[in-house]
């Protein structure tokens, strides 16, 4: 039976949205041919809390981006992650270990010819990269709990823009559009009254609709979550610290 084109497109968004995690790595060590798409989200996604942490140990912006960009293409040209197995532990700690690694080997060889590749076809807007670390720069953290709060932005951001994706492909962006304000504190979001005016609803229905989207919500970060850590039993641990991040 054919798949009709809203499936089709919902196969691919979910394909992409957990490329980013322990199956991509896997699949990526295992099989070159198929790991493109899933490392160049991997590189759009997670580019900027690498970055930020490299930044953090003193490096100037121009070095920064280099030995980020180094770092994913080592990544994928050294083939190390062919090695590398879910049950060694989380995801965002396998990444920030990597790179560790990588940042001490560069110093300790005193290269710094970079390798792009083809993986220099990736759009990385540095300006913004850099405009967001100097805006960072006033919380005087560490560049190891820097690096987690990117982290879980990236992470949110991953997971408002699956969550839309979805509402828009049901028919119901101007719905999602008037609720994404509900999912995060925020003092100035519109009441629900008004909203029901707006979108010609009752209270009760508004108020219904906030409800499940906020459960959408849940599943959807607790889905992400569990493709970056190594055990189902770890999700609400894992989760349960990033939040604790954001609210530091």
């Given at each position: 039976?054919?798949?009709?084109?809203?499936?089709?497109?919902?196969?691919?968004?979910?394909?992409?949205?957990?490329?980013?995690?322990?199956?991509?790595?896997?699949?990526?060590?295992?099989?070159?041919?198929?790991?493109?798409?899933?490392?160049?989200?991997?590189?759009?996604?997670?580019?900027?809390?690498?970055?930020?942490?490299?930044?953090?140990?003193?490096?100037?912006?121009?070095?920064?981006?280099?030995?980020?960009?180094?770092?994913?293409?080592?990544?994928?040209?050294?083939?190390?992650?062919?090695?590398?197995?879910?049950?060694?532990?989380?995801?965002?700690?396998f990444l920030l270990a990597s790179l560790k690694n990588y940042i001490c080997n560069e110093?300790?060889?005193?290269?710094?010819?970079?390798?792009?590749?083809?993986?220099?076809?990736?759009?990385?807007?540095?300006?913004?990269?850099?405009?967001?670390?100097?805006?960072?720069?006033?919380?005087?953290?560490?560049p190891e709990r820097q690096f987690d709060r990117n982290w879980v932005e990236s992470l949110l951001r991953q997971v408002l823009e699956r969550l839309q994706?979805?509402?828009?492909?049901?028919?119901?962006?101007?719905?999602?559009?008037?609720?994404?304000?509900?999912?995060?504190?925020?003092?100035?979001?519109?009441?629900?009254?008004?909203?029901?005016?707006?979108?010609?609803?009752?209270?009760?229905?508004?108020?219904?609709?906030?409800?499940?989207?906020?459960?959408?919500?849940?599943?959807?970060?607790?889905?992400?979550?569990?493709?970056?850590?190594?055990?189902?039993?770890?999700?609400?641990?894992?989760?349960?610290?990033?939040?604790?991040?954001?609210?530091?």
């Open positions: 039976m054919s798949r009709s084109s809203g499936e089709t497109g919902r196969a691919a968004a979910d394909s992409a949205f957990y490329s980013t995690h322990w199956s991509m790595v896997l699949r990526a060590g295992a099989d070159e041919d198929a790991s493109g798409s899933a490392f160049q989200l991997l590189y759009q996604t997670y580019w900027y809390p690498l970055y930020a942490y490299v930044r953090r140990r003193g490096n100037a912006h121009p070095d920064a981006m280099d030995l980020t960009q180094g770092f994913f293409t080592q990544l994928l040209e050294n083939r190390g992650i062919a090695k590398v197995h879910p049950e060694r532990g989380r995801f965002r700690a110093w300790r060889n005193q290269n710094t010819q970079r390798r792009g590749g083809e993986w220099r076809a990736i759009s990385i807007n540095s300006t913004d990269f850099e405009r967001r670390f100097q805006e960072q720069l006033a919380d005087h953290e560490s994706a979805d509402y828009e492909q049901a028919g119901r962006a101007e719905l999602y559009t008037a609720l994404h304000q509900y999912l995060v504190l925020n003092d100035d979001r519109i009441p629900q009254a008004e909203i029901a005016k707006q979108l010609g609803l009752s209270i009760p229905a508004v108020r219904m609709s906030v409800y499940r989207i906020r459960k959408q919500y849940g599943q959807l970060l607790r889905e992400a979550i569990a493709h970056t850590v190594d055990s189902p039993e770890d999700v609400e641990d894992e989760l349960n610290k990033l939040i604790g991040l954001m609210r530091c």
